[in-house]
């Protein structure tokens, strides 16, 4: 079986759509631009809230984006309590991380969610010591699909990247586990469907929490 897992966070673990849908139309409403679709913000996330907003702002009436720095100060200040807005983990998720804990694996979140909200939201969803380490995006690290974070989650847990698998519901996802040399599974029930997944060059798709488990716990002669 492999020694860890590393997780996404949102569309992976746990459903913050709204709470982003929330945060950003907010900072239209403040900016007095037009608000997106959660459809909209569904195929903006994944890259962090720069580009979260740079997508919003082009469909909202700034195309050239001349009022970032304004969306990104206003956004902040929004995201600080809107972070947790409805958020839910997916069903099945809790028992996931419960039994991947009771096999003696190595749990980690790493997330392009700035690093206060991404530890705000495992905080608020998941029970105490849930995961060993929570990497939310921070001041001079690359945010993903750079393998950086991984690497050094990797580093932390003194393991290999062969030894751990990297978990994921996007293409940032799956070309982060690619650029770490991690074994990478996609999941379907997240921010992007299979086909986008698949050109993404995802080469294991799992509908199910469940099949995480059998996953991450099977002999590893058997990789992904």
Sequence with gaps: MYKA????????????????????????????LRQITKEQCKRFVGNGSKYLL?????????????????????????????????????PGILEMVQTL???GMRLAVL???????????????FPERSFDCVHGQKEGIPRKPDPTAACMIAQTFQMSPEEILYIGDSEVDVATGKAAHMPTIAVSWGFRDKECLEAAGAVCILDEPQEVIKLACKEQDDEV
Excluded: W
Aim: aromatic share 8%; glycine share 4%; charged share 25%.
């Design 54 to 90: 740079e997508r919003t702002l082009e469909v909202s009436g700034d195309p050239n984006k001349e009022r970032l720095a304004e969306a990104l100060q206003k956004y902040e200040h929004i995201f600080q309590t809107g972070c947790t807005y409805q958020v839910v983990p997916y």
């Design 101 to 103: 804990q009771g096999a």
């Design 111 to 125: 997330s392009n969610k700035p690093d206060l909200q991404a530890k705000h939201v495992v905080e608020t969803i």
């Design 5 to 32: 897992c590393i997780f996404d966070l949102d569309g992976t673990l746990v459903d913050t759509l709204d709470s982003l849908l929330y945060s950003v139309n907010k900072t239209m409403e403040a900016m007095q």
